[in-house]
T-cell receptor, first 110, second 109 residues
Framework: ETGVTQSPTHLIKTRGQQVTLRCSSQ?????VSWYQQALGQGPQFIFQ???????GRGNFPPRFSGLQFPNYSSELNVNALELDDSALYLC?????????FGPGTRLTVT | AQRVTQPEKLLSVFKGAPVELKCNYS??????LFWYVQYSRQRLQLLLR?????SIKGFTADLNKGETSFHLKKPFAQEEDSAMYYC???????????WGLGTSLAVNP
């Protein structure tokens, strides 16, 4: 059984650019949630996808968008990057209540 | 929004001492709460779910609706319990979820 994987591991972008982060869910999981974790903070819920549909969204602006594919892998897209978007982005997959987290993608916006 | 708060950012105890990590919640409906743990250089992982009533690694947590709390407890802390602990609501079903900031537990020899 393969765990949740995320790519890339690290990323440096310039303010105003766009970024796409990827997540492969654990085998058998149909739900993917994305979180933003700033330094010294807890994970903040961005949104969740269930069977390719958005199933819930936190307090993030529309420039944060996502996709889920038929194989349940997912992408997080962030447009018009701002300095405050610098954070660790976590993906978690599940098929019930327990979430299995990936290692995260560290995004730095300069 | 469903919000949980963890008032202690850092908790330091000696090995063998009891430990309690506090979590309070504010919910409009029935809460579904979890404790997640992150050991050094490892991923976040589920420790406890509020309805399971299990004891995992010696930890227990009881949902107290009167006090709106879900504190994590262990009678005798071990050095390997040193980690970051997050109280978290259930994700999904169009809920806006606010995780706690986390409590860093340090168990000293």
């Amino acid at each position: 059984e393969t765990g949740v994987t995320q790519s890339p591991t690290h990323l440096i972008k310039t303010r105003g650019q766009q970024v796409t982060l990827r997540c492969s869910s654990q085998s058998g999981h149909n739900t993917v949630s994305w979180y933003q974790q700033a330094l010294g903070q807890g994970p903040q819920f961005i949104f969740q996808y269930y069977r390719e549909e958005e199933n819930g969204r936190g307090n993030f602006p529309p420039r944060f968008s996502g996709l889920q594919f038929p194989n349940y892998s997912s992408e997080l897209n962030v447009n018009a990057l701002e300095l405050d978007d610098s954070a660790l982005y976590l993906c978690a997959s599940s098929n019930s209540y327990e979430q299995y987290f990936g290692p995260g993608t560290r995004l730095t916006v300069t | 929004a469903q919000r949980v708060t963890q008032p202690e950012k850092l908790l330091s105890v000696f090995k063998g001492a009891p430990v309690e990590l506090k979590c309070n919640y504010s919910y409009s409906g029935s809460p579904e709460l979890f404790w997640y743990v992150q050991y050094s250089r490892q991923r976040l992982q589920l420790l406890l779910r509020h309805i399971s009533r299990e004891s995992i690694k010696g930890f227990t947590a009881d949902l107290n609706k009167g006090e709106t709390s879900f504190h994590l407890k262990k009678p005798f802390a071990q050095e390997e319990d040193s980690a970051m602990y997050y109280c978290a609501p259930y994700a999904g079903n169009n809920r806006k979820l606010i995780w706690g900031l986390g409590t860093s537990l340090a168990v000293n020899p």
